[in-house]
């Protein structure tokens, strides 16, 4: 294969085969009589390889230390693990298509970014106009963009959508807008919070599940400084609560 032709079959710009052939990533080919590349299928493989490592955010240093690791493997190996790689991407493609689907489907208006999962959830809720709601609202859109929520945990979660009682704990969240730090009334509501989900949603959440840094910080950015006490403690007891 010519430069155009591997650039075509992996999907890179021959500019890019170049550059990696210049940093040393990508082994010049032998050339023919005529001065022209000439690839194999090797090449090819190293390439996709290469594209796949960049396009999950590692940076050519990283790819590099990637490759010289798989040196010596069988090519039948590399192979298996790029197709394996292919079967996640069309896994994530399907997912996308399903999103989409969900957001054709809506109503005018109603076009959130949601996953099917998350739309039956907020569907259970009741309308209410607790700007404390919409919040929660939109950091559980959050979470689901980034895939840190879950069918099982939205599952979970139904039952306290649902409940009407909820919608009273967001008032009072919202009582607190112009508050004190030290209000008063903070412990109780953070407790009544606590203990308003139910354990289900708790064995629901991955072992191992970690909160992408900075997303606390810019969560209680966003709220009144006796709010962001009140949900400062929630997560806290979250957290305990998780690991028991």
Known sequence: MRIGEIAALVGVTTRAIRHYHHVGLLPEPERRPNGY???????????????????????????????ADDAGRDLADV???LDADLA???????????????????????????????AALLAKAPHTASPAAAMDREHLTLLDATGAGGEAVYA????????PAVLALYERLDALADAPVDDPRIPALAAELVAAVPDEVFAAIPAGGTVVEGFKEALLAEYAPAQAEVVRRVMAAFMERGRG
């Open 88 to 118: 996640r991407q069309e896994a994530e493609i399907g997912e996308r298509r399903r999103r989409l689907a969900v957001l054709l489907a809506a109503e005018p208006g109603e076009t959130e970014p949601l996953s099917p999962a998350l």
């Open 156 to 163: 979970a979660l139904g039952p306290l959508a649902a409940d």
């Open 79 to 81: 192979l298996e693990e």
């Open 37 to 67: 590349r000439a690839y194999t299928v090797r090449d090819a493989v190293l390439l996709a390889r290469v594209r796949r490592l960049t396009e999950l955010g590692l940076s050519l240093d990283e790819v590099r230390d990637v490759l």
